[in-house]
C-alpha cells in the first residue's frame, strides 16, 4: 500500500523559506513521478512542480511560472523522500501543499502534462504553508 506523508509546513513571513519534505512508502520515488499541489482557500488546487527521471537516470523537473526561481524541487531516492524548497515566499503562496505520485508512463512525451491532477494515483494528506507577516 503506497503512503505518502508530507511535513514541513508552518507560519512564515514574507521573503521567508520553508522545506517540505513528502516520504512515500510502498513505492519506490525513483520509478516514478512526484508533484506537489496546492490549494490555496476558495481556489482550486494546482499543480505547483513535479520531479521524474528517464532510464538512465537523469532527473528533470517542472514548476508553474509563479514559482519557478523561487521554488526547487529535489529527491533522495536513499530515504525515498522528495522536497520542496520555497524561499522568497510570498502570501500568494499561502495554501495546503500536497504531494502524489504518478507512473511515467501515463504522461505525454513532452510532459507538458506534468500538472494533471487525474493523472496522480496516490496523494498524502496535505500540510498547511501560511505566509504572512
Known amino acids: 500500500q503506497v503512503q505518502l506523508v508530507e511535513s514541513g509546513g508552518g507560519l512564515v513571513q514574507p521573503d521567508g523559506s520553508l522545506r517540505l519534505s513528502c516520504t512515500a512508502s510502498?513505492?519506490?520515488?525513483?520509478?516514478?513521478?512526484m508533484g506537489w499541489f496546492r490549494q490555496a482557500p476558495g481556489k482550486e488546487r494546482e499543480g505547483v512542480s513535479c520531479?521524474?527521471?528517464?532510464?538512465?537516470?537523469?532527473?528533470?523537473?517542472y514548476y508553474r511560472d509563479s514559482v519557478r526561481g523561487r521554488f526547487t524541487i529535489s529527491t533522495d531516492n536513499a530515504k525515498n523522500t522528495v522536497y520542496l524548497q520555497m524561499n522568497s515566499l510570498k502570501p500568494e503562496d499561502t495554501a495546503v501543499y500536497y504531494c502524489a505520485v504518478a507512473r511515467r508512463e501515463l504522461f505525454m512525451r513532452d510532459w507538458s502534462d506534468w500538472y494533471v491532477q487525474a493523472k496522480y494515483d496516490y496523494w498524502g494528506q496535505g500540510t498547511q504553508v501560511t505566509v504572512s507577516s
Open positions: 520531479i521524474r527521471s528517464d532510464d538512465v537516470g537523469t532527473y528533470y523537473t
Open positions: 510502498g513505492f519506490t520515488l525513483v520509478y516514478g513521478v
